[in-house]
């Protein structure tokens, strides 16, 4: 084989990051369903079970996922990686819960380098959370945050620790001598017992087992078969540990960077990164938000647009499209395509606001704000857009849809510097208006 003709193919194959471009809910399982069919793998790289994806099957089916992969739904093989937090028992229910529903999840692969949720990272984000009152981050309680936190401090529990008995016994003893000391004698909660928690997780190992595999080398394999990858985060930018409005943020890293560290793929292999953005805003938990609505606007989008936590049932806090966080998401990420979602929702609106910028203690300001406190203060500067009243269900090419429809979506495109490729107007995995092809 001649000199540099393996880097060559290598260069050709595509490796393709789906990424939300707001603080979450955008819509990316409807999208990484729009594309299943044509990917071979769906990998999921950040992110735990605090976080889900709503897909609606073309038959009505609706499947709330909240740690597998979204093409689970689809013929191609899914991935756990290893920038992933697991709770296993939330996994096997997961699993379990779609095989009875028909859906074979044979294909799953997990990184043997993710790490596991343990009860007391859930005892802890509970007792922690609700210990800080007023000054809460808005976490749901599932451990996600105390479990990133064990990793980083190198005290973490991976899936291949399930592997070896006397390794998760040594790990998790080890850990316990901390965590009980703090729930105990800080916060007067019950100790864990070590010998408990290695009965049910080896329990959990059984069935597992068959999943947990080196999940880099399949994925680097897959590449130079020329095989496509679609590289999924949970959450989205502005929930980005470094990228996002901090400390009301998830507790890794969503955007497309965070997609090479946690799935092991190399930068120089991701071709495309596509961005999935509300025509509006929302975010779930505290936190600030320029654009949130208090009135009956806000009221009327969160019931149209049925804005209410895949994972929590939480209610969304709901405002008008937010143009600033759009250009910060397509910089910040390299997104070359954007997904706009539930545009239907707007249906019915005599005048659509966007936010173009921002006044902040007498100035307007076009960028993200430096600092914390400055993006607490923004205030939103809005350029009215003229409203639709038709119904665009039914839409599926750009003439379908009214003229101020596509005066909005050309705007977004403007603002955002980004092209918009596809446009969702329903919640059904056909209900959509694509202008350009994802893949090619």
């Not at 193919?9 to 409807?30: T, Y």
């Not at 999840?105 to 802890?124: C, E, Q, T």
């Not at 864990?192 to 059984?206: F, P, S």
Request: hydrophobic share 40%; net charge neutral.
């Amino acid at each position: 084989m001649p000199a540099g003709y393996r880097l060559e193919a290598k260069l050709e194959m595509p490796a393709i990051v789906l990424i939300g471009a707001q603080w979450g809910d955008e819509g990316k399982g409807k999208v990484t369903d729009l594309l299943g069919g044509r990917v071979d793998y769906v990998v999921r790289y950040s992110g735990g079970n605090n976080a889900g994806h709503t897909v609606v099957t073309p038959d009505g089916q609706k499947y709330a996922l909240h740690l597998l992969p979204s093409g689970a739904l689809s013929s191609a093989s899914i991935v756990i990686g290893n920038g992933v937090v697991v709770d296993p028992r939330v996994l096997l229910n997961e699993i379990d819960g779609l095989a009875e529903r028909g859906v074979d999840v044979s294909r799953l692969l997990i990184s043997a380098d993710a790490h596991l949720v343990m009860p007391h990272h859930r005892a802890l984000d509970r007792v922690v959370e609700r210990y800080l009152g007023s000054a809460r981050i808005g976490t749901t309680g599932r451990g996600i945050g105390p479990a990133y936190g064990d990793k980083v401090a190198r005290m973490g529990i991976r899936a291949q620790d399930l592997l070896d008995p006397g390794i998760l016994r040594k790990k998790l003893e080890l850990v316990l001598r901390e965590k009980n000391q703090i729930l105990v004698k800080l916060y007067n909660r019950k100790a864990i017992d070590a010998d408990a928690v290695v009965e049910e997780y080896l329990g959990y190992a059984l069935r597992l087992r068959p999943y947990v595999a080196d999940t880099r080398s399949v994925l680097w394999n897959a590449l130079d078969e020329g095989k496509t990858v679609l590289l999924e985060g949970a959450q989205a930018t502005m929930l980005d540990m470094d990228h996002g409005t901090y400390p009301f943020v998830t507790s890794s890293n969503p955007t497309a960077g965070g997609a090479c560290v946690g799935s092991g793929i190399p930068p120089n292999r991701i071709t495309r990164v596509i961005g999935v953005i509300k025509a509006y805003t929302t975010r779930v938990g505290s936190g600030p938000f320029p654009t949130e609505l208090f009135d009956d606007y806000g009221q009327h989008l969160r019931k149209t647009g049925d804005e209410y936590g895949t994972t929590t049932g939480r209610e969304r806090r709901c405002g008008w499209f937010d143009a600033v966080v759009g250009r910060y998401a397509v910089r910040v990420n390299g997104i070359t395509d954007l997904v706009v979602t539930k545009l239907d929702v707007l249906s019915g609106l005599e005048k659509v606001p966007i936010c173009v910028g921002y006044e902040i203690d007498g100035d307007r300001v076009t960028e993200m704000p430096m600092t914390q406190t400055a993006f607490h203060h923004a205030r939103p500067i809005y350029e009215e857009l003229d409203g639709w009243w038709e119904d665009i269900s039914k839409a599926r090419t750009e003439a379908d849809l009214p003229a101020n429809a596509r005066r909005y979506i050309e705007r977004i495109e403007q603002l955002c510097g980004a092209r918009v490729s596809v446009i969702g107007v329903g919640p059904g995995r056909d209900e959509n208006v694509i202008r350009h092809d994802l893949l090619t």
